[in-house]
C-alpha cells in the first residue's frame, strides 16, 4: 500500500494501463513534454514515446472526434480536455456521436476511449475554471460518467474506464488532485463501473454525494456526531449508470436523505437520485429528500466571498442536516 | 467550375490506369446505382420510401474513388455520407440491403432500419456512415487513419462530404491533425455547389475548395467528378500519396445534384430551371455512355443487356425488400452499451 494524492493516482492508473495494453495512448493539450498542466502525464513522454503521447492542437472538438475516430479502429484512447469548462466542444461527438454509436450500428461499432477531464471548483477558478459539467453528459444513456473522490477510487475506476468497451467520461475534481490523500494497492485493481460505496455508516440520516463534496460531507458527518446524530456517507463514484440498490439501501437504512453536490440543484444527479427514492423507497421516508447544491447561478465566481456564497461547504452542509433530522 | 477546367496542383505521378473492363464494370455498378436511385424515389412518391438522398450527378467520383481506392491502396477504409449509393453500392451492400434501409426493413444491415436509410455501419464492406450530424465523421475518418498509422497498418483511409460539410469547424481541426501528422487519409469532397438551398458563393469566398489546402500543407487539387477517368486519375495519385506515408490531400471533384436536396426538399424556390437544365448535360451516366459507346467498347446489344441485368436486379430485390416486416420493438433496447 502507498499513500498518495489523486492526482499521483490518475497518473499511475495511466501508466500501468498503457505499459499494459500498447492500444492505449493519451492526447490532449500539453500532455506531452509538459506532462499536462496538471501533471497527469508527467513523464510519459520519455516512456511511451510521440506516437502514444500526442500533443494535439488546441481544439477540443478534434480532440474527442479523432479519439472516438481511433477507438473505432481499435485503439484505446485516453482524451485529456485540459479544463472541463472547456469540454463544451465536445458535446457534438461526445453526445451527439459516441454515446450513440453502438445503438446506431445496431452493436457493429464501439467507442472504447475515455475522455478525462478536471472540473469543479473552490480553488479560485471564476467562471471558467471552476464548472460542474456531470449533468449534460450523465442524462445521455451511452455514456458512463464517473466522478472519484479519492486516490483509490480515481485509479481504480480510471483503470475501469480505460478497459470498458464504451466511452467513459472520467469527471476529476480539481481541488482534490493534490489535496487528497489516501491508500493505493500496490497489486493491479479496478473500482468497477456503476458502483457506489458507503463512505461512512450512520443510521440517523443519509447523505448521497460525490466528487469534492463527499469529503466535505464526511465533514459534517464528523461534526454531527459530536451532536449525536449518526450520518450515513454515499459517494456515488459513477453518476452513469447509477447504483440504485446502494441509494436505497441506505435510504431504507436511515429514512431520512440529504442530497449534496456542488453541481446547481436544477435538472441535476440530484434530481434523479431524488426522483429514484420518490419512486422506489417513498414507503421508506420520514422526512422529505432535501438537497444541498450549488446555486442557480450560471457559474462560481472568482472573489472569495462570492466563491463561498456558492460553494456547498461542511458548515452548509451540516445546518441542512440538522434541519432534516429535527424534521 | 466549367467542365473543361482541370486543375491540378498535384505532382504528375502515374496511376494505374482503368482498363476497358474496370470502365465496363464501373458503367455496370453506375446504371445499378441510377437505376436503384430512381426506383427509390419513385417509392418515395407512392408513400413507401420516407426520404431519399440522391447520388444522381454524383456516381462518377463516387465510383472513381472506390476505383482508385482498390487499385492503389494496400487495404482501405471509407466514411461516408448520406449521398454516397454509388460507394456504397460499389464496396459490396447490395440492392436489396439498401432498399431494406429505405424502407425501413428488418435485415437493414447497416443499422437494423434504425437509422435513416444509408446510415451505420458495414465494418466488413470497409465503410461507416453513422451520423446525420454533418461534418462529424471527418475527424473519426482521421482518428482511424491516426490508429491504421499507429498500429503500422498500410491502410489508406477515404473520407467523402459534400461542399457545405466543409465550413464546419471540425473539418478544419481535422485536416489540420491530418496533416501535422501525415496520416494517410484522403479528403473527397463532392461539391455540387449547393448545401440544401445555399450556394457556394455564400460557403465560402474562394472559387473552388481545394485552394484550401494550401493552408494545411497538402496537395489540392479540383477534378471534373462527372469525368470518371479524370477523377480516377486525381484519386489515384491523392491515394498513392497517402498509402507511401506521404499525407493527406484534398481532392475536389465537381459534380452537379440537379435533383432537390432530398425528396423533402422543394428546389423551386431557390434554384434556376435553366441552371439544372445546363447541370443535367453532365450526367455522368451519359457521358460515360458516350465514352463507352463512342470507342466502340459498348454494343448497342450489350448496352440494353446491361441495362434490362440492372433492372432485373431492382426489381427482384424491390419485391424482397417490401415482403420483409419490419423490426421486432423487442430490440429496442438493445445495444446501448456492452451490458445491453
Ligand atoms: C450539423 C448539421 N447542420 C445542419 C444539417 C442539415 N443539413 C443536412 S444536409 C445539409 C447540407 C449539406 O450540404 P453539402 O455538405 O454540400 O452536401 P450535399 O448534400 O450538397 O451533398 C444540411 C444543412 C445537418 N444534417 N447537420
Ligand atoms: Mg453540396
Redesign the interface.
Known sequence: MAVVTVIEAIREAMREEMARDSSV?VMGEDVGRRGGVFLATKDFLDEFGE??VID??L?E??I????????????R?IAEVQFADFIWPTV??MI??AA???????????VPMVLRSPYGGHVRGGLYHSQSVESYFAHT??L?VVAPATPYDAKGLLKAAIR???PVIVLEHKRTYRSVRGETPDEDYVVPIGLAEVKREGTDVSVITYGLTLHYSMQAAAELENEGVSVEVVDLRTLRPLDTETVLESVRKTSKVLVVHEDNAAVSVGSEVSALIAEHAFEYLDAPVMRCAGPEIPAMPFAPTLEAAYMPTAEKIAAKLRELVAY | MADAELQTDLPDAPADALTTEDLLDIYATMLLVRTLDERVWAMNRQGKAAIVASSQGHEAAQLASVWALRKNAPDF?CFTYYRDLAVTTALGLTAEDSLRGFLARDGEP???A??FPQ?????ELKF?N??N?IG?H???????????K??GEDTVVACFFGDGTTSQ??VH??M??AS?HKLPIVFFVENNKYAISVPMSRQMAIERYALRAEGYAMPGTTVDGTDVRASYQAASIAVQLAAIGGGPSIVEFDVERYLPHTSDDDDTVYRDPAEIEQARKRDPLEKLHALLSGTGLLSEERDAAMKKRARDEINVATDSAEAAPFPSDEDVF?????ET
Open positions: 495512448f506516437q502514444r494535439t492542437p481544439a472538438a478534434s474527442a472526434g479523432i479519439a472516438v475516430g481511433a477507438a473505432l479502429s481499435g485503439l484512447p457534438n461527438q451527439g456521436e450513440r454509436i453502438r445503438y446506431g450500428s445496431n452493436g457493429k461499432l464501439n444513456p451511452g458512463k470498458d468497451d464504451d | 477504409f447497416l443499422s437494423g434504425r437509422q446510415h451505420g455501419a458495414a465494418p461507416i453513422h451520423s450530424v462529424t471527418v475527424p473519426q475518418a482521421v482518428g482511424w487513419a491516426l490508429g491504421a499507429m498500429r469547424g471540425e481541426e481535422a489540420n491533425f501535422i438493445r445495444h446501448v452499451t456492452s
